[in-house]
């Protein structure tokens, strides 16, 4: 079977970004989130985690990624 993923521009985390995933869990994961907990949100609409992996992408979605910080 072939690879068949094409380049789609969005905007992630307020930056123009070419991404090569067409779901919101890939999209995660390809960028270094997999594994930690992350809060998402499309096109300003929170994301459960559930609910990633069949959360489509389409070019010129705005994606959120937010990584919880620690410190003070």
Do not use: C, K, W
């Not at 970004?17 to 930690?36: C, F, I, M, Q, T």
């Not at 010129?60 to 910080?69: F, K, M, Q, V, W």
Request: charged share 20%.
């Amino acid at each position: 079977m072939s690879d068949l993923r094409q380049e789609m521009m969005v905007v992630l985390n307020g930056n123009p970004s070419v991404v090569l995933v067409d779901n919101l869990a890939a999209l995660v994961a390809d960028n270094g989130y997999h594994g930690r907990r992350v809060a998402t949100a499309l096109n300003g609409v929170f994301v459960p985690v559930d609910q990633r992996a069949t959360t489509t992408l389409r070019p010129g979605d705005r994606i959120e990624i937010l990584a919880a910080r620690q410190g003070g």
